[in-house]
């Protein structure tokens, strides 16, 4: 399959974040969002077997994985080497865009299912198969990136129409003021948690962190 980095950092978003990681990302995406912070993943990568890639998550000292991209389903061999993983007592968590149908992902404990839910600023949103939500499970995680009021609001009707019953993160698009984020989540009292990408934070907007 083609790959664009492996790397072992931080996890900076979701349930896992402040937790060491082993991140495999994989090339290739079907989506163009508006804000992409990875477009060099779009081509840039290169054909590792599964075996290359086993051997090099070995060199670290981490049990977590995440499986990222680009868009990781649109790899023929992403399942094999997801059940190849799991077999070997690590814990994956799959990132997907939420263009894919995820069914073939759901029966596969204890993998975590994180779901993106692009919003109307994406440029995306229309892209995406909604009816994902009814397939993940209380352990996934469902995250909306938001960059305004609109993008609040519509997450919002998503929320109330498909009731998700995994955590849902409101995570704001990269360089804008997470306090107005925070404003709305509270003034509105929303069960929903507020996702900063910590590993920006920490070591700012670059790749392999």
Request: proline share 3%; aromatic share 10%; glycine share 6%.
């Amino acid at each position: 399959m083609k790959i664009n980095e492996i790397f072992y950092s931080l996890q900076g978003e979701g349930k896992w974040t402040g937790l060491c990681n082993i991140f495999i990302r994989t090339s290739g995406c079907n989506l163009r969002c508006s804000f992409c912070d990875t477009q060099y993943a779009y081509n840039d990568g290169k054909e590792m077997s599964i075996d290359k890639i086993l051997s090099r998550i070995s060199k670290y000292p981490c049990k977590y994985i995440c499986i990222t991209g680009g868009e990781p389903l649109l790899q023929n061999e992403i399942l094999d080497l997801v059940d190849i993983i799991l077999k070997r007592n690590y814990k994956i968590c799959l990132e997907t865009n939420g263009s894919i149908d995820i069914k073939r992902l759901s029966n596969r404990k204890p993998l975590v299912i994180s779901l993106d839910i692009k919003c109307p600023s994406s440029n995306m949103h229309e892209k995406i198969l909604l009816e994902n939500i009814s397939l993940l499970k209380k352990e996934d995680q469902l995250k909306f990136v938001i960059k305004d009021k609109n993008d609040y609001n519509y997450a919002k009707k998503v929320i109330k129409k498909y009731k998700p019953i995994c955590t849902v993160f409101f995570q704001p698009v990269w360089g804008t003021n997470p306090s107005d984020l925070a404003d709305w989540i509270i003034c509105d009292g929303l069960k929903v948690k507020l996702g900063l990408q910590l590993h920006k934070i920490i070591w700012g907007d670059k790749s392999g962190i």
